[in-house]
């Protein structure tokens, strides 16, 4: 036979696109259409009952709406035509879509009169119901939010902050009618697009594939192209034994969960998010009350308390489908946050939040992580994962590394203490699959685990603004449940999934450690403002409980349960995967930094009272310490006496300066950077022969795209030294400590560096004032360590994973830019350095041959970046950032450090305070956080981990009355004992390395 596959599918395309899709919907009916605008152009939404009363103008379709981030009220009034035998009536509102980018447009929400709301409207989600023969009387709130993501993407815009994004309106009304949606042409489109997707996806000389090009051939020879809906029905006729034939045996089964990804903020300020999850959840229930086949899955509990407060009867529509089953709370979290930069305590509490706010709604605990599209999994996670009570992760953004090919999709992933969670990366590769028989290939032939298993799952549905799962993808489910050559779908639950592919796949491969993203490395710095924010908020948030828990337990005063989860929503809100990463618009940054300022103030004062009442009436000067250790004593958190110690002497003869407090000197050459740092105590010096420590250094940083997120591997091929200066200057304090304060220009900008010696110190603290005023570069500060090692250690949460510093592999190689929590250590195995910072997350560490044999390694933090995509601006302006350079010969060194420059003693007058508890015996262990029980109680909840990687006993030492210690999980349910064993009152806990446990003081 002659070969007409070309012919046929260009036929297919044709005939698919200019007469069958246009055919769908035919007119039947016209409707009179008034706006009105909501004033002041970029004027803030107004609630309905607003916009009902307000003055509307008549509007013709051509007309335009919508300068950027306005809203238009739409008035559509008619009269509905008699029911029409073809299909159900519908009018088609078209805002003025692109046919491409669907969730990144404009938008709208359909209410009637009376404010109750029918659905959204989204690009590929144009219709509204109507009863025939009634009149038609409804509103259009439509969102002219402007597409920022471009067709020619990653150019800087000023679209992204309302003051700078102009007046011109974006959209025309292309399209208002009432219409008979036909179904036989309908259905004629879907079975034709199935097959056609189908035939396409199999090898070229496939039996099937000919048969389904001839059926598909005479199918379209039988369309009227002149009469489409008169001869629907009959090319639908020649396809239906093509549908019917039943799928090959061992075919790849895929649970398809009806999803939306909507992103809390990013290309949109959270003001939209709430609008926008309201027309996607309004979309779904309408789908969900039509066809009984859709199963939806949310997850994010702030976006279900979004619509519970601001559009209650969309909640309610919801919360009866959660009753029904189908519309399924997912992930547990309370956003889909970043976990890289998240700290130990606040990742807890995003499942605290989440599984919470699920269980106080719902009485739903959920059991699967869904985290689609963080920019890659610290691991730290998996065991905060199983004690909030959660059993399954699923991610999918591992499949966007730029260099190597994960090797699984369905395995245990095992962190950092040893906890395993069974994960699970959907082979179709998107969270926002359209079921199309295109992506059904790719996932059955993409999966890595075929032979062994042959479940996944494809979350199904537009997201952002695009309005979730369409009806046109069911139609492609129903027909691709049991269809030969193709993957067979159900339309399911997470759950569903997961219990059928552990069951099917136990012994599953184990991956061990972070599942780091080859990708959007820059994420650790852009925003730097944002970062510090986060950084700040976690430590007062710790302050703030431990010392109000404190003074409520001693009866001093009340315990601001409701105050504390409301500051907590706020910066858990923050940590979401395109806020925290620095990844949003200007408007989403602004917002984040006023929200932190407000929750920093909140806190301060707080925090203030407490102590205040703490201390009492004494006068003498007390120095209260919120961080896990007391110099040498594992102890946690009273308030001692302040020290003194001998002051710092400086010698300013030679060329450099020089500190000296008897347990280091520190040498500062006439360029201002450090030279020396040498430990009395080993005789060692940090900084290698010949090598310049506390340099800050500049590199182009201009990545190939995604700008705010990425930083390319290139970035290092060029680089300058910041070694000139303006100034350079000591300063004696009264308190013994010597400051040398460098003053250097750039470019645009200038940077203050400061370096303190104290008395007393193990380590040289930093500053950096910087008025940044570059773009397009990274501003790091390099610390060369004289350490032979192949690895570093990093904190995350609970714990710290170590990572080679080689490029050995191509999987070394990759990690060429990470992330860090407080510190970052490098050591041979008697001696070390570790380098601290209060608000950096960026890192490399890298290896160099050493002058004198052997090699040192050089630890740099990444301070600043000047991405301009998508805020333009991002950074522009004053900066301040801390880190330390301590001598740390092990890990615990660095661990205290790092809980001493984010948690800095705070001075008052008054009387010793007794801590409220205290970690007591000769082993190491750290308290995370001191809190009142969430049930209201008053029990008092400590959480402890192994900070070091080692086995530990010690005694939990309570310093109240208690009636009794139980070991709890994160969600403070009682757990089965793992570590802790009471006897005769004494709380011992035996932890394996890494171990995280929660300790319930009933009063
Ligand atoms: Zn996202």
Redesign the pocket.
């Known amino acids: 036979m002659h070969d007409r596959r070309s012919l046929t599918e260009h036929r297919i395309e044709r005939v698919l696109n200019e007469r069958l899709k246009p055919a769908v919907h035919r007119r039947v009916g016209a409707l009179a259409v008034q706006a009105w605008h909501v004033e002041g152009g970029q004027g803030e939404p107004v609630p309905p009952s607003a916009a009902f009363a307000a003055s509307y103008q008549p509007f013709a379709v051509g007309d335009p709406w919508g300068p950027a981030w306005g809203t238009t009220w739409f008035h559509i009034t008619g009269d509905a035509p008699a029911a029409d035998t073809a299909g159900p009536l519908e009018i088609v509102f078209d805002l003025g879509w692109a046919d491409h980018s669907p969730g990144f447009q404009a938008e709208g929400l359909v209410y009637r009169p009376d404010g109750t709301v029918i659905k959204g409207l989204n690009p590929r989600n144009v219709w509204i119901p109507v009863e025939p023969g009634k009149p038609i009387d409804l509103y259009v709130e439509a969102a002219a939010n402007p597409l920022i993501l471009e067709i020619d993407p990653f150019r800087p815009t000023k679209l992204g902050e309302k003051t700078t994004a102009g007046d011109a309106p974006l959209y025309r009304l292309a399209r208002a009618e009432v219409c008979v949606r036909d179904t036989q042409v309908w259905e004629l489109v879907a079975d034709i697009e199935v097959l056609d997707g189908l035939m396409r996806s199999l090898p070229e000389q496939d039996g099937w594939r000919m048969e389904l090009q001839l059926g598909l051939d005479r199918a379209l020879d039988v369309v009227d192209l002149q009469d489409v809906p008169g001869s629907a029905a009959a090319a639908r006729e020649v396809l239906a034994p093509l549908l019917a034939r039943t799928a090959n045996q061992g075919a790849h089964k895929i649970s398809a969960v009806g999803h939306a ?1 909507i ?1 809390s903020a ?1 290309l949109w300020p959270v003001r939209e998010t709430v609008r926008k999850v309201a027309r996607t959840v309004s979309n779904v229930t309408n789908l969900l009350d039509s066809d009984d086949s859709l199963v939806f899955a949310m997850s994010s509990a702030q976006q279900y308390e979004w619509i519970e407060r601001e559009r209650p009867e969309v909640f309610a529509r919801l919360v009866e489908h959660v009753k029904g089953g189908r519309f399924v709370p997912t992930g547990g979290m309370w956003v ?1 946050s970043d976990t890289n930069m998240v700290g130990g305590e606040a990742m807890a509490r995003q499942f605290v939040m989440g599984q919470g706010y699920f269980r106080e709604k719902f009485g739903i605990t959920c059991s699967q992580v869904w985290l689609p ?1 963080s920019f890659g999994y610290s691991a730290g996670l998996p065991q905060i994962v199983k004690q909030a009570g959660l059993t399954h992760f699923l991610t999918q953004k591992i499949s966007w590394n730029q260099k190597n090919v994960f090797p699984h999709h369905t395995f245990w992933w095992e962190g950092i203490d040893g906890t395993r969670v069974f994960t699970h990366f959907p082979p179709v590769d998107t969270y926002n699959s359209d079921l199309s028989s295109r992506e059904l290939a790719h996932a059955a032939s993409n999966f890595r685990d075929k032979g062994a298993t042959s479940y996944s799952l494809a979350p199904f549905g537009w997201g952002d603004g695009g309005g979730g799962p369409t009806r046109e993808m069911l139609q492609r489910a129903a027909r691709t449940k049991d269809l030969e050559g193709s993957a067979q779908v159900s339309v399911e639950s997470p759950s569903a999934f997961f219990t059928k592919a552990e069951a099917d796949y136990p012994d599953a491969p184990v991956w061990a450690g972070e599942l780091y993203l080859e990708l959007h490395r820059g994420t650790y710095t852009s925003q730097a403002k944002t970062k510090a924010g986060n950084r700040r908020t976690e430590h007062l948030l710790r302050e703030a409980e431990l010392w109000a828990a404190t003074a409520a337990v001693r009866g001093l005063a009340d315990y601001p349960a409701e105050d504390l989860k409301r500051l907590w929503k706020v910066v858990l809100l923050q940590q979401f ?2 806020i925290l990463p620095g990844s949003s618009i200007a408007w989403v940054h602004r917002e984040a930094a006023d929200n932190y300022a407000a929750v920093e103030a909140e806190l301060e004062a707080l925090i203030a009272d407490r102590l205040a009442v703490l201390a009492g009436d004494g006068d003498q000067p007390i120095s209260f310490n919120a961080t896990p250790f007391d110099g040498a004593v594992p102890a946690l958190s009273g308030a001692v006496p302040q020290r003194a110690g001998a002051p710092v002497r400086v010698d300013e003869t030679g060329d450099a300066i020089v500190l000296d407090n008897g347990v280091v000197t520190v040498t500062i050459d006439a360029t201002g950077v450090v030279t020396g740092l040498l430990d009395r105590a080993t005789g060692r010096d940090v900084v290698p022969a010949g090598e310049r420590a506390n340099l800050l250094q500049l590199h182009q940083d201009f990545p190939n795209m995604w700008d705010a997120w990425d930083i390319d591997e290139f970035y290092r091929n060029t680089v300058r030294d910041l070694t000139e200066l303006d100034e350079l200057k000591v300063d004696l304090a009264d308190n013994g400590s010597a400051a040398v304060t460098v003053r250097r220009s750039f470019g645009e900008s200038s940077v203050v560096q400061t370096m303190v010696l104290q008395p007393g110190a193990r380590q040289l603290d930093c500053s950096v004032d910087v008025d940044w005023h570059e773009r397009e570069t990274v501003l790091k500060a390099a610390v060369p360590i004289d350490v032979h090692t192949k690895e570093a250690a990093f904190e995350t949460q609970f714990g710290h994973l170590v990572r080679p510093t080689h490029t050995n592999t191509s999987w070394d190689a990759a990690r060429f830019e990470v992330c860090a929590h407080r510190f970052v250590h490098v050591a041979e195995r008697d001696f070390g350095a570790a380098v601290v910072n209060s608000a950096t997350y960026g890192h490399d560490v890298t290896r160099h041959e050493s002058a004198d044999g052997g090699t040192y390694s050089t630890v740099r933090l990444s301070l600043l970046r000047a991405p301009r995509f998508p805020d333009p601006e991002t950074d522009q302006g004053p900066h301040a950032r801390s880190y330390a350079i301590v001598v740390a010969p092990d890990v615990a060194a660095a661990v205290d450090a790092g809980y001493r420059i984010n948690l800095p003693a705070r001075q008052v007058t008054g009387s010793p305070v007794e801590p409220l508890v205290r970690i007591g015996g000769e082993g190491t262990a750290a308290i995370e956080a001191v809190k009142l029980a969430e049930d209201g109680s008053g029990d008092v909840i400590v959480r402890v981990y192994e900070p070091l990687g080692a086995r530990t006993r010690v005694t939990l030492e309570p310093g109240f009355e208690h009636t009794g210690a139980r070991q709890v999980n994160l969600l403070e349910d009682d757990a089965e004992a793992d570590g802790m064993s009471v006897e005769d009152g004494r709380i011992t806990l035996s932890l394996r390395p890494f171990q995280l446990v929660t300790v319930r003081l009933a009063r």
């Open positions: 990804h992103d990013w889909e599209d995967h395109d």
